[in-house]
């Protein structure tokens, strides 16, 4: 079969089947897609609450902690009253009307079936938190599995003791870092490995006490690149005062002129057999994929925090056990041949166009089921029933063009500037209301304000426990373009940790330092360059754009630069 051009039916722009995808669609039995990649992504992400969370009435009208909106037409659960037995979802059960499109039966089916608050499994004193499995004593984080005592953290598995950091793996004592993996004990850090009581270091890999490093491999005792005997490296940032908030934001800023000297490789990953897209690890024929770790044979895929994950396209987020996923999201721990759905973990297998199922199998448009098989539209079938009627609604589907696409974004529980395609395609008010979306405005807040950032303690050796018992006033006022709380506090469990480290405290909310940590990772998207290492002639899809400050080489050129 040779590749296919085919104009998007959503953007208008052109995009390219190749011979492997028509193979995956066969082997997976649906249709070739008619939304470019980018769109697909788009209209998966506006199906998820990435960090939000929000006070909402439950079905017992008692206000709770949800990723959904007051307004929003879904009803909820309290998670451990999800899970028990005190209800039955199959009560909700309709006929499937061939007289409908489906997209319109499941839409009131969604209004009536009961779904969880909060996506969460195996959690334990993690009532503030969501989209997580496996985690304990979890505060104001997300996207993560088998962490354990975090906080203010997004995206991480298999780590503890993590605050305020954003993509991290196999992980300890860290914060305020992106992208770092095996790390120990390292402080506001970009893109690093296998390293140890470091700060403000960026790609560095194998490194011990190290400060202000880049590019750096299997060193110690270096500050700004430059090597330190052990008591010189002692004596040297003791005399840098990183217990000083105000010494932290200087040193920061100082990193940052240093790093923007030094080349960075085209992708961030290692350990991968032909991958494109960025933040790859430990994987093999990863295509136009991001922050995959332990991939294999995968395309259009996003946000895999435990492998393995494999014989899958656009699939975003979860991963863990994995094979055969399709325009699903939030799917993962053992799911196999999933496609159209969402929230659903783990165990699953054979669904269709489902939301929140778990450790069921052979579910076609179905709600909130656990243990479940042969259901349509939550209604119980037999096994013959169920594979007789299947195909005829499938047929049906797609005389209306429904079959194949993923759930409309005019669907979706959540308004588009609560959803995660907000972060990674932002659109204005007008844009969202004239494609016939939701936008909610933030309501006026009023806070009693205790304490003014200025009036926090530069130091944290100042710092004792009464500063738990206020109400701080963030520094950016409400003022900048970042969700600002205006407010924050510093819970016991962050008190803790920072002294430990010996970290001064933040002047700014926790939604403000989640998006300065965004700053500090590439978006999602591919550009075509050229290396600028001067007299190399290689060309690469990378994620830098071609109007970005850093200089970019290809691998051979940057594995010769670094130390």
Known sequence: MNS??????????EFTIEPDDFAFYEKIKVPPPTWCPECRLQRRYSWRNEWHLMRKKDVHDKEIFSLFHQDSPVKIMEVAEWY??????LQYGQDYDFSKPFFTQFKELLSRVPIMSRSLTKATNSDYSA????????????GMSFVENSAHSIWGGK???????HLYNESELCYDCVNINNC???????????????MFCKNCIGCNNCFGCVNLKNKSYCIFNEPYTKDEYIKKIKELGTTSKNSVEELRKKSAEFWIKFPNKYIHGR????????????????????RI???????????????PAKDSYDHSNF????????????VGAGAYNVAFSVYCYPSNSNLRYCIFCQNSSNLFGCISLRNKQYCILNKQYTKEEYEALVPKIIEHMKSSGEYGEFFPMEMSPMAYNESFAFEHFPLTKEEVEKKGLVWRDSKEKHFNITMESTDVPDDIKDVDESITKEIIKCSHNGECNHECAEVFRITNQELQFYKKLNIPLPRICQNCRHYSRFALRNPSKLWHRKCMKPGCNNEFETSYAPDRPEIVYCESCYNKEVA
């Open 4 to 13: 296919e051009v085919r104009q998007c039916q959503n953007c208008k722009q």
């Open 84 to 89: 028990s037995d005190s209800w039955n979802p």
């Open 131 to 142: 989209n997580a499995n496996d985690v304990k004593d979890i505060y104001l984080s997300f």
């Open 159 to 165: 780590s503890k003791d993590i605050f305020d950091c």
């Open 184 to 198: 120990y004990r390292t402080l506001y850090s970009v893109d690093c490995e296998g390293c140890s009581e470091a």
């Open 271 to 290: 350990h991968n057999v032909d991958a494109s897209g960025d933040y790859i690890y430990n994987s093999k024929n990863a295509k136009n994929c991001w």
């Open 293 to 307: 770790i332990g991939g294999e044979n995968v395309k259009y895929c996003q946000n895999f925090t435990i492998e």
């Open 319 to 330: 991963g863990q056990e994995t094979e055969l996923i399709y325009e699903s999201l939030i």
